[in-house]
């Protein structure tokens, strides 16, 4: 029982990043499953504030090693950017990283193809990143995908113009954009492989091994639940599966390696982009949460948008993913209100209650809420559960029962050490 999925409950930036950070001083390989430079996974040591997007964000802690599995999609410049931070603080994660020859690769023309795409919805925007994630996706499916393996091949040449005369046709054709280059993205290309070549490795035999040797393993996912693909407020998701269920496969492994899920919930919750947020709140109440919060995209700067807990959707999400311990992340931005709400149904036209809906429910209802007394003081010097308000431990424990799953952890602030470790935490 060595190994720990660490899941995204909500719509995302549920701070996945910090808890990363600060877990994987606990473990051997920390490894991304999934997503692509569209997170934002934040973690602050020491004041020093860090954004990775395609590295896993375990790689401040010496003693770990950390892997790119194949259900990631890789953006060459991103990852290359990320390591010239790395290097400008001396931190070594060369002979600490691996990726895995199966990741497909974000090509110039995926990203143009994300931007033409969405803007060609005019009102009806999905709010992609922009990054490129969906056409790399679709590409993947389609068979058009370009992996890291495949930039060693004798005919990366061949397949590259291919790729390029497909993607032409679409921008040119239906946008009617310019297309890319092929020898501009083919050098580009050849400059990537030189440097990612070092690093390649079975990304899911080495999972495996560090398992079955008794060494411990953490699964780093990106977004969150409710951007799923297939189990999210679709069509406002992400391209991927974010959840427990696609460890497996976005690895490589058997579902019985996976031991435990810790499951990440804002103490209240956002959402970046379009796409419905029956709890999103408005005016000077939104606005207070987001100053507070400092709610603006890891990756992109958007604005997030900002409202209360929504437990019928985390039930939901705690459901899906098999989630075996919480973790309440910004408790300390709700620290000077006086009152909270909380969402604990959805009253239907037929005066019942549901208490469980999913993000695909676009009209799930008229939210119920049950207002909780606030704490009106600072939770962020805590150390233990106990330094906390005996108003912010009831929240807590209100929260973890109307789940039905213990709280594992709580964070109290950005930096590493604003995190709160509770006595059931198994690692």
């Known amino acids: 029982m060595n190994s720990l999925a660490l899941i995204g409950l909500q719509w995302g930036d549920e701070g996945k990043g910090k808890l990363v950070d600060w877990l994987s001083a606990r473990f051997d390989?920390?490894?991304?499953?999934?997503?692509?430079?569209n997170a934002g996974h934040t973690v602050v040591v020491n004041g020093k504030k860090w954004v990775f997007h395609q590295m896993p964000a375990g790689i401040l802690n010496p003693g770990i090693n950390v892997a790119i599995a194949a259900g990631c999609i890789l953006h060459p410049e991103t990852l290359f950017k990320e390591w010239e931070e790395l290097d400008a603080d001396g931190v070594e994660y060369l002979s600490r990283t691996f990726i895995d020859p199966r990741v497909n690769i974000i090509l110039p023309q995926h990203r143009l193809l994300d931007r033409l795409r969405d803007e060609a919805r005019g009102k009806n925007k999905i709010g992609t990143t922009g990054r490129g994630i969906g056409p790399c996706y679709e590409d993947k499916h389609a068979y058009y995908g370009l992996r890291i393996g495949d930039l060693f091949s004798a005919s990366l040449d061949q397949r590259l113009e291919i790729i390029v005369d497909h993607h032409n046709a679409i921008i040119e054709k239906v946008y009617g954009a310019d297309g890319v280059e092929k020898k501009t993205v083919l050098e580009g290309l050849e400059v990537a492989a030189e440097r990612i070549r070092p690093l390649v490795a079975d990304v899911s035999n080495l999972a495996y091994e560090y398992i079955e040797s008794g060494k411990k393993v953490l699964f780093e996912g990106a977004q969150g639940v409710l951007l799923d693909i297939d189990h999210g407020s679709y069509p406002f998701v992400t391209s991927s599966n974010p959840g427990a269920i696609?460890?497996?496969t976005g690895v490589g492994i058997s579902p019985k390696l996976v031991a435990r899920v810790l499951g990440l919930?804002?103490?209240?919750a956002t959402r970046v982009g379009a796409g419905p947020f029956p709890t999103e709140a408005?005016?000077?109440?939104?606005?207070?949460?987001?100053?507070?919060?400092q709610e603006f995209g890891a990756a992109t700067g958007r604005r997030r948008r900002c409202g209360w807990l929504d437990l019928p959707l985390l039930r939901y999400a705690v459901r899906l993913n098999g989630v075996d311990g919480l973790a309440i992340t910004k408790l300390d931005v709700l620290d000077s209100f006086d009152r909270l709400k909380v969402c604990t149904g959805y009253r239907q036209p037929d005066g019942t209650v549901k208490g469980e809906i999913t993000p695909r429910d676009f009209d799930p209802g008229e939210p119920v809420y049950e207002e909780i007394e606030g704490w009106k003081k600072t939770t962020s010097e805590a150390d233990n559960f106990?330094?906390?308000?005996?108003q912010a431990q009831d929240y807590i424990r209100w929260i973890s029962t109307q789940v039905d799953i213990p709280v594992w952890m709580v964070s109290v602030g950005q930096d590493r050490t604003k995190t709160i470790a509770l006595p059931d935490?198994?690692?």
């Open 29 to 37: 390989l920390d490894i991304r499953y999934q997503g692509g430079p």
């Open 246 to 248: 696609f460890v497996p």
């Open 265 to 268: 919930t804002k103490a209240y």
């Open 282 to 293: 408005s005016g000077e109440l939104e606005a207070r949460l987001q100053k507070l919060g």
């Open 386 to 390: 106990e330094d906390l308000p005996s």
């Open 425 to 427: 935490l198994p690692f």
